[in-house]
């Protein structure tokens, strides 16, 4: 028996642990459908280009990068089947910072941001909401989680919609019935609701009554003995004791407003007087007043402590200290890098050097080549195209290094440093 127990017991288990780590959220409606798979489409589509971007690289030099993907398969994707609407919009939030601590710049900005633009504004969820400007009908990783999102979220949008006929066809059904059992018994059952609501009534009357009243008591508790002696004033005027301490506090009430005001009637009085006396003292004292209207201030002379920033021949000098190179990671669309995202030492995802000329607001802008050719080859229309010639386009796809052959020229407008469309930097494919 105890053997029996214990086996029923462990199914039992096993069975609510199934349940609960395995079951599919609930969506309420087609709004919740759409959040939910939108958001989470997101989250699975940044792993599916990662995935097919790691298909293509050399996984013995990038190891690093497979890491990252490996991570973020565990902390996203391996068990977002059990995760409900709230659980997927944390995932969802968390994205952004985990491509930004990783340095997946060109993910986050490029993939990310863009999808969640067309969430934002609740764009149809299809095919078009994950392909936007790009086409990836090549990679196996993207279509195969494309298609499994849209799927699930057209069934879901199915099941919502059977689930509404059914609500309604029983709604209908229960107002039939309901219709025809209240006819026969129409006055018996108007007399019910009637009875039903005085009852309410009285009941709600009394407990207001018993809960006022304690309140009033609770309020005057300490001074309840001193109003006792006016309650022969009030008596017979109000049904209810309490009543005659809310008169008496409003007499009171009353009472301390007038003696208010008449002590700030008293107070104007005083001030008139003292005012008018004033007056008489205007000799020696309006013969100063005029003579301080004549003194002339002296401004302050300008500090000498200024520090003075200077732009000399070699680049932009502070203290002697002169800048004379900036590295950016990628252009922006329009072939351009803002100065804010300027850096004065190289870092690994730096892909481009300004070398200042004399005058400061022209410079000469470098491709760096390294470790990560592989990275900008794959996304040439983001890394390269905006301010890069590529010589041999043709060869891309056997192409493993990036070779620059001549530097291209940049203008500093504004706040950012524009590219020479006549004077983009030359590359070569090897």
Not at 106 to 124: A, F, G, M, P, R
């Amino acid at each position: 028996m105890i053997n029996r127990l214990k086996y029923s017991s462990t199914i039992f288990l096993l069975l609510f642990i199934s349940t609960t780590l395995f079951a599919k959220p609930i969506l309420n409606n087609s709004t919740d459908a759409y959040n939910y798979w939108s958001k989470r489409g997101i989250v699975e589509m940044v792993y599916a280009s990662m995935q097919d971007y790691i298909n293509t690289l050399d996984t013995l030099k990038n190891t690093k990068e497979k890491k990252i993907v490996n991570a973020y398969a565990i902390k996203y994707i391996n068990e977002i089947d059990s995760k409900d609407i709230k659980e997927i919009e944390n995932y969802y939030q968390s994205v952004k910072q985990f491509l930004r601590e990783n340095k997946w710049d060109s993910t986050e900005v490029n993939l990310y941001q863009s999808l969640s633009e067309k969430q934002n504004k609740k764009s149809l969820l299809n095919e078009q909401f994950f392909s936007g400007n790009r086409t990836y009908k090549n990679n196996k990783y993207w279509n195969e989680r494309q298609k499994n999102v849209l799927d699930n979220y057209k069934n879901d949008l199915q099941n919502i919609q059977k689930k509404s006929d059914k609500y309604n066809s029983k709604k209908e059904n229960l107002t039939a019935n309901f219709e025809n059992e209240i006819k026969p018994n129409n006055l018996l059952n108007l007399v019910s609701i009637l009875l039903c609501f005085l009852s309410g009534m009285l009941i709600g009357g009394f407990f207001i009554y018993q809960y006022s009243k304690l309140k009033i008591y609770s309020i005057i508790s300490t001074d309840i003995y001193n109003y006792s002696e006016s309650l022969d004033k009030y008596r017979g005027k109000y049904f209810f004791k309490y009543i005659i301490f809310v008169a008496l506090l409003k007499e009171n009430k009353d009472k301390k407003k007038s003696d208010n005001n008449k002590l700030n009637i008293m107070i104007k009085q005083l001030k008139n007087q003292i005012e008018e006396s004033n007056k008489k003292y205007d000799g020696s004292d309006n013969q100063l007043i005029h003579n301080i209207k004549d003194v002339e201030f002296i401004e302050e002379e300008t500090p000498k402590n200024v520090i003075e920033w200077n732009v000399e021949s070699n680049g932009i000098t502070n203290n002697n200290k002169t800048q004379t190179e900036i590295y950016f990671t990628i252009p922006e669309n329009d072939g351009s890098f803002k100065t804010t995202n300027g850096k004065n030492v190289k870092g690994i995802d730096c892909f481009y050097k300004i070398e200042l000329d004399k005058d400061v607001r022209k410079g000469k802008l470098h491709f760096i080549s390294g470790d990560y050719d592989l990275r900008a080859l794959d996304n040439i229309d983001y890394y390269l195209n905006p301010v890069c010639e590529i010589e041999n386009i043709s060869e891309r796809k056997h192409s493993r290094k990036i070779k620059m052959v001549n530097p291209g020229t940049v203008l500093l407008s504004s706040d950012c440093w524009k590219i020479d469309i006549k004077n983009k930097v030359k590359i070569k494919l090897i």
